[in-house]
């Protein structure tokens, strides 16, 4: 069993086949999956995705993008959305300098107000890190000493200064189908060398699709192929991979269950 911990089914490349989508994700061994909130103002489009099936879950967040275009992107309004029974994670949120779509001073105020709703509720906070290292560790380091919170980096790309930072707060790293490509030497070094128990994979789906998929939409079965590279590079079998990562799942997203079967 795998699972797709990050994805985006709501976005409208999966409006035409969802059911075939979910499909073939059950035929490759993915069974749950957690689709991911990038905007509070569309959140009921979210749930209403995680309502159509028992082993989807989802997010509420505002991702560092759309940083500048909601109001109220209070503490408060996180945590009144993270009340619903589908929401498992506090996120996507973190910091963005590559596009920089949002001003850096409100992203930066964006991701304080998601650690406290995650400090909150408890529920893991989900970090979307793009050369914004140096931010993204001191923000996680301040923001850490005021009052411990759960959490991921996820689609890791970053050097191995913010995995450090990650992992010494207790955060757990994610993997997306960018470590089958030849040149992503940070993702297959962390892929190596993140301890087994802090290892997530996912696709990000519908974009970041692996080899030899890349270049195609991505899709939920697709983290096979990511789950069997990163056993590959760490010399493991898929299994242990496989069952190690789900269980790093279902720890960390604790408000999540199990499949029945």
Not at 177 to 184: E, L, P, Q
């Amino acid at each position: 069993m795998l699972v797709d911990s990050h994805c985006h089914l709501d976005f409208p490349a999966f409006a035409d086949d969802f059911p075939a989508m979910l499909e073939r994700a059950r035929a490759a061994g993915v069974r749950t999956l957690q689709t991911i909130s990038t905007r509070l103002a569309t959140v009921d489009t979210i749930l209403d995705v995680a309502s159509r099936d028992p082993d989807i879950w989802c997010s509420v967040g505002l991702h560092p993008h759309e940083a500048a275009t909601e109001e109220d992107v209070s503490p408060d309004r996180i945590v009144a959305l993270s009340d619903h029974p589908d929401v498992i994670g506090v996120g996507e949120t973190g910091l963005d300098y590559y596009y920089e779509h949002s001003p850096r001073e409100r992203q930066q105020e964006s991701f304080r107000n998601h650690i406290e709703a995650s400090r909150r509720t408890g529920l893991p906070l989900i970090v979307h890190a793009r050369d914004a290292d140096e931010d993204i560790v001191a923000v996680l380091r301040e923001e850490y000493e005021a009052g411990p919170f759960p959490g991921l980096i996820h689609c890791f790309t970053a050097g191995p200064e913010l995995a450090r930072a990650a992992l010494d707060i207790g955060f757990l790293i994610s993997i997306s189908g960018i470590v089958t490509f030849k040149k992503a030497e940070n993702v297959h070094a962390a892929a190596r060398e993140v301890p087994l128990d802090r290892l997530l994979v996912e696709t990000d789906a519908p974009f970041l699709a692996p080899v030899p998929h890349r270049g195609k939409r991505c899709e939920p079965a697709f983290v096979a192929r990511t789950a069997a590279a990163v056993a590959e590079l760490r010399q493991i079998e898929q299994s242990r991979l496989a069952e190690a990562t789900t269980d790093n799942f279902f720890r960390l997203f604790s408000k999540a269950r199990r499949p029945a079967n």
